[in-house]
């Protein structure tokens, strides 16, 4: 089975629409401001993206644009002024930051209770304890997708591979709070496929084109590929598709799979910040 | 070989020690506040071990107490006292609290910078992000004790037993910063024997005496027992220690392991949160 990442967004879309205009009624229009410092194109496409989708489920947003070469107090200052702006509900700052300037520094600047990418501090400590409010969107939207294919995270198998800040060391410990045995692996692990092929449900996010072949796979896994990369004229992603789609019980496709869903994501938690600042 | 927890802490204690002189001789004197809700036997205990661990060092110390129907409000005033005193560098919220009252909701009240249990949830985020400062005690601890013994943790095989939130989640998150690659079971775990079989370094922290046999444990691991249970009149671990001496590499005792490396790290954390704020 494919795992139509479209599908599953349009989805979350419809929903968060209806919330939307549920706030309208009470003379609220909730609102993104994106930040973006420098010119990174792929930045700049990810930021059209996310303002596309907020056009389309009723969420007002904004670009705030600062220079390659803007120091951590302008950056920092423009996130506070963005802060105090009760119109502001959502702010996400686009990663990477060009070199020089600290995303933890930053990161700590933006209100917890605005940050709908759920990188601050404060919110990845409540969700490490089990206290999940806004959370990384990508291990966010993992998740849903599994509570709507029914498959069931409690006593699971679950193996990732990956543990990045952004979407491997979050996802871990959503898996934990739902109880799954989580696996953890990453370039220093040495047998990657004895652990690979442990897992029913197995998330990648290695940015590896190809890494997972069809023999490191369970057969009957759930599979999530986080991968994005270009090779030549094709955009892949950390899985072998053709051949793991085979043996997988259901398995993203990238593109159209894990990507959609993150966005829907944020567009979720972008009118649930909303509802829990007018609450 | 045995993992001597008492002389792996005397050492602490002694750096620690040195430290506090250090302070004093700038004419400050490092300084923990505990607070105690109710009168839970086992709490007065650890409340004592940790009053007399600081008396050896060197750190003032005292106990903040309150009545066992205190209210939410009445603890969080009596920590926002102790966030004020610039006598006091580090606060200590003694678990469980009593039923009726929140920990996270109390947790949240202590200075961050105050956190020497490093439970608040800026500090689990900072944590989770690579970026630690304060952190949970019992996982430093073990992360100390490998370091000391020599035992890498890049690209070894972890397992962790117990899904905590003050030992296997903090713990977990310490070792995949550190590059390990890292398994994480509990009581959903559907078999568990294949999952310690797999590990290196293994940590217990299930409360379950005995729980970990010689034939789950693979020859030639490094075996950190986080369990105390009474049973009948002696304190256990969870693992069956006797047995599994002969086959691990090293392994803590119970008592005489993790619990006074935890003490250990507790003072170090404090006299660490007392050089910080002077900075």
């Known amino acids: 089975m494919l795992i139509d990442g479209k599908a599953l967004a349009a989805e979350v879309e419809a929903k968060t629409k209806a919330r939307v205009e549920k706030l309208a009624a009470r003379g609220i229009v909730p609102g993104l401001a994106t930040v973006l410092v420098g010119a990174n194109p792929a930045s700049q496409m990810y930021i059209r ?6 056009t389309r489920v009723g969420i007002r947003s904004e670009n705030v644009m600062l220079p390659e070469d803007a120091t951590c107090e302008q950056l920092i200052g423009r996130i506070r002024e963005l802060n105090l702006r009760s119109d502001i509900h959502g702010i996400l700052m686009q990663l990477p930051l060009p070199k020089g300037l600290s995303p933890q520094k930053a990161m700590m600047a933006i209100a917890p209770e605005k940050d709908v990418d759920g990188f601050h501090p404060v919110n990845m400590g409540a969700l490490l304890l ?37 979407v491997g060391k979050p996802l871990a410990a ?6 799954a045995t989580v696996q953890v692996c990453h370039v220093f692990t040495k047998d990657l496929a004895k652990h690979t092929r442990d897992a029913e449900i197995l998330a990648v996010a290695a940015g590896v084109p190809a890494l997972i072949k069809k023999e490191m796979v369970r057969p009957g896994a759930y599979v999530f590929d986080v991968g994005i990369s270009r090779v030549g004229d094709k955009t892949v992603g950390d899985v072998d598709f053709d051949a793991v789609k085979d043996i997988a019980a259901a ?25 829990s600042q007018i609450a």
Chains 1, 2 share one sequence.
């Open 251 to 275: 398995i993203t496709p990238v593109p159209g799979g894990v990507g959609p869903l993150t966005v829907a994501m944020l567009l979720e938690q972008t009118v649930q910040a909303a509802e």
């Open 130 to 166: 089990g206290a999940e409010r806004l959370v990384p969107c990508t291990p966010r939207g993992i998740i849903y997708a599994l509570e709507r294919l029914g498959k069931g995270l409690e006593g699971a198998e679950a193996v990732i591979v990956g543990h990045s800040n952004v």
């Open 174 to 179: 959503m898996m934990l709070n739902r109880n």
């Open 49 to 54: 993206l996310k303002h596309s989708a907020c």
